[in-house]
């Protein structure tokens, strides 16, 4: 089992910044591919960005890119995604996933998912 828990969500102004925490517990395998997903009212959860840690790789939304980084802290055991310039359109609920695979950093599903965080809530204004 791996336990996520997303934190560091809020309330920010359009071209404010965010940065989101991801804590994973238990087992360690599985962390090798990890990514941020976002879920708004009444649409579909989308991928917004991922970490493929054994290549070193990441890949981005088209709509983010530029915008938000993910990183990794393996001492931390913590996923972030540093959200900056935000804008309305990124108001969601933000989820942290583990154990992708494959690991399509470049557009990643969330079927290829196995375990999920709560969700920490983005609103930007």
């Known amino acids: 089992q791996v336990q996520l828990v997303e934190s560091g969500g809020g309330s920010v102004q359009a071209g404010g910044f965010l940065r989101l925490s991801c804590a994973a517990s238990?087992?360690?395998?599985?962390?090798?591919?990890m990514a941020w997903f976002r879920q708004a009212p009444g649409k579909e959860r989308e991928g917004v960005a991922a970490?493929?840690?054994?290549?070193?790789?990441?890949g981005y939304a088209d709509n983010v890119k530029g915008r938000f980084t993910i990183s990794k802290d393996k001492a931390k055991n913590t996923l972030y995604l540093q959200m900056n310039s935000l804008k309305a359109g990124d108001s969601a609920m933000y989820y942290c996933?583990?154990?992708?695979?494959?690991?399509?950093?470049?557009?990643?599903?969330?079927?290829?998912?196995?375990?999920w965080g709560q969700g920490t809530q983005v609103t930007v204004s």
């Open positions: 238990g087992r360690t395998y599985g962390r090798n591919c």
């Open positions: 970490i493929y840690t054994g290549g070193g790789t990441t």
């Open positions: 996933a583990a154990d992708g695979w494959p690991c399509t950093v470049v557009a990643p599903r969330q079927a290829e998912f196995g375990y």
